[in-house]
């Protein structure tokens, strides 16, 4: 076992009680990086985003999952489905980001695939006599939609997103995700670790210090509350009150009852999606690794159907875009000082919080998964 792998052992060996952060090495260590791809992202489900960005026939986007090309469409049927972005030719990638196309084709020799996946057509092929047009198909990977997400997976072998994240829909089956609108969707790249940006969504405990300018000062420390995590997912919740009054059920909200018209779900579930569910909008981040000191983020959001059909859903989202952009700005700051300091020869783990509780059942998890290829 590698350093990094017997550090993090030992690191969650002991009780939450007594738990402190994972050591600086799992962060900057190139041969943790490498494990995790083959144990987590190779293995895990992993969120591509919304459906509703994909609600047509040929709306597309592409990916790189632990360094396999991705394709995820809706096809001719109106299916979602995913295959590999590599032609059977001279293995170029097909597509590049987002957008809509009829069919897929290569950009170095033409090579054509229905959105099936099926080799439409190949210039200049005839006078290869071995050459078949139906022997090519681009292999398939594994895809599924749940709650108006879409995930996929490299591993033939996981067991359905719906199954694996059961206990989520019961806890915010209320909420009715599913029918929550994205509004915006935008890439991004920071200089940290994606477990550090992962960890400081998890725990609301830097809330007040490193948001003092925008939703610190909203954020009470002794209304956070940290449950123990699931397998396949943390979260902890917090109560908003009227000052962002997008953040609590509208009027015509008659789904949520009490106090859980104002009750805010911090979701994490694993690896990378990270979703702020909240009566009246939601926001998510889906992480993936580009190298031991960055991250490649997928940053979307939008409003649920009460306030899209609002009179003033344009007023309400312009208010949630400008705060959200500014959290963001924070959060890169504090992100990119925190892996800073854990490549220093002076970065010690210090105990945790209550408050930090999820970051410890992220601990655990990454642990569980590196010891299974360890």
Same mark, same amino acid.
């Given at each position: 076992?590698?350093?990094?792998?017997?550090? #993090?052992?030992?690191?969650?060996?002991?009780?939450?009680? =007594?738990?402190?952060?994972?050591?600086?090495?799992?962060?900057?260590?190139?041969?943790?990086?490498?494990?995790?791809?083959?144990?987590? *992202?190779?293995?895990?489900?992993?969120?591509?985003?919304? $459906?509703?960005?994909?609600?047509?026939?040929?709306?597309?986007?592409?990916?790189?999952? $632990?360094?396999?090309?991705?394709?995820?469409?809706?096809?001719?049927?109106?299916?979602?489905?995913?295959?590999?972005?590599?032609?059977?030719?001279?293995?170029?990638?097909?597509? +590049?980001?987002? &957008?809509?196309?009829?069919?897929?084709?290569?950009?170095?020799?033409?090579?054509?695939? %229905?959105?099936?996946?099926?080799?439409?057509?190949?210039?200049?092929?005839?006078?290869?006599?071995?050459?078949?047009?139906?022997?090519?198909?681009?292999?398939?990977?594994?895809?599924?939609?749940?709650?108006?997400?879409?995930?996929?997976?490299?591993?033939?072998?996981?067991?359905?997103?719906?199954? !694996?994240?059961?206990?989520?829909?019961?806890?915010?089956?209320?909420? %009715?995700?599913?029918?929550?609108?994205?509004?915006?969707?935008?890439?991004? #790249?920071?200089?940290?670790?994606?477990?550090?940006?992962?960890?400081?969504?998890?725990?609301?405990?830097?809330?007040?210090?490193?948001?003092?300018?925008?939703?610190?000062?909203?954020?009470?420390?002794?209304?956070?509350?940290?449950?123990?995590?699931?397998?396949?997912?943390?979260?902890?919740?917090?109560?908003?009150?009227?000052?962002?009054? @997008?953040?609590?059920?509208?009027?015509?909200?008659?789904?949520?009852?009490?106090?859980?018209?104002?009750?805010?779900?911090?979701?994490?579930?694993?690896?990378?999606?990270?979703?702020?569910?909240?009566?009246?909008? *939601?926001?998510? #981040?889906?992480?993936?690794?580009?190298?031991?000191?960055?991250?490649?983020?997928?940053?979307?959001? &939008?409003?649920?159907?009460?306030?899209? %059909?609002?009179?003033?859903?344009?007023?309400?989202?312009? =208010?949630?875009?400008?705060?959200?952009?500014?959290?963001?700005? +924070?959060?890169?700051?504090?992100?990119?000082?925190?892996?800073?300091?854990?490549?220093? =020869?002076?970065?010690?783990?210090?105990?945790?919080?209550?408050?930090?509780?999820? %970051?410890?059942?992220? $601990?655990?998890?990454?642990?569980?998964? @590196? !010891?299974?290829?360890?």
């Amino acid at each position: 076992m590698t350093e990094a792998v017997l550090e #993090l052992k030992e690191t969650v060996a002991v009780p939450f009680e =007594q738990a402190r952060a994972m050591p600086p090495s799992v962060y900057t260590s190139e041969e943790f990086l490498e494990k995790e791809l083959a144990g987590i *992202f190779s293995k895990d489900w992993y969120c591509v985003g919304r $459906a509703s960005s994909l609600s047509k026939p040929g709306n597309y986007v592409t990916l790189e999952l $632990a360094n396999q090309p991705i394709i995820v469409l809706r096809d001719s049927q109106s299916e979602l489905r995913a295959m590999s972005n590599v032609c059977l030719h001279r293995m170029s990638t097909l597509l +590049e980001g987002r &957008g809509s196309t009829r069919s897929i084709v290569c950009p170095y020799h033409a090579w054509t695939y %229905n959105l099936d996946g099926s080799l439409r057509g190949a210039p200049a092929m005839t006078m290869n006599k071995d050459f078949c047009k139906g022997h090519y198909a681009l292999p398939q990977v594994r895809c599924e939609e749940w709650l108006g997400w879409v995930f996929v997976t490299l591993n033939s072998n996981a067991s359905p997103v719906a199954t !694996q994240l059961a206990r989520v829909e019961e806890l915010v089956g209320d909420y %009715n995700m599913a029918s929550y609108t994205e509004t915006f969707f935008e890439t991004h #790249l920071w200089d940290t670790n994606w477990k550090v940006l992962a960890e400081n969504f998890m725990e609301s405990y830097h809330l007040p210090v490193c948001h003092a300018g925008t939703i610190g000062g909203l954020s009470k420390l002794e209304e956070m509350v940290c449950p123990p995590g699931e397998e396949a997912f943390n979260y902890h919740t917090i109560l908003k009150d009227e000052s962002l009054k @997008i953040a609590l059920a509208h009027p015509e909200n008659d789904r949520l009852q009490g106090e859980r018209r104002r009750m805010t779900y911090l979701l994490a579930i694993y690896p990378s999606l990270m979703i702020t569910l909240t009566p009246g909008y *939601f926001w998510y #981040l889906s992480l993936h690794p580009s190298g031991v000191g960055q991250v490649r983020i997928n940053f979307g959001g &939008g409003m649920s159907p009460e306030y899209v %059909n609002d009179p003033d859903a344009q007023a309400h989202f312009a =208010q949630l875009k400008t705060l959200l952009d500014d959290v963001n700005i +924070e959060d890169r700051g504090c992100t990119e000082k925190v892996y800073r300091g854990l490549c220093s =020869q002076a970065a010690k783990p210090g105990h945790l919080s209550h408050l930090e509780r999820p %970051n410890y059942d992220f $601990a655990c998890y990454i642990n569980k998964r @590196i !010891q299974e290829i360890a």
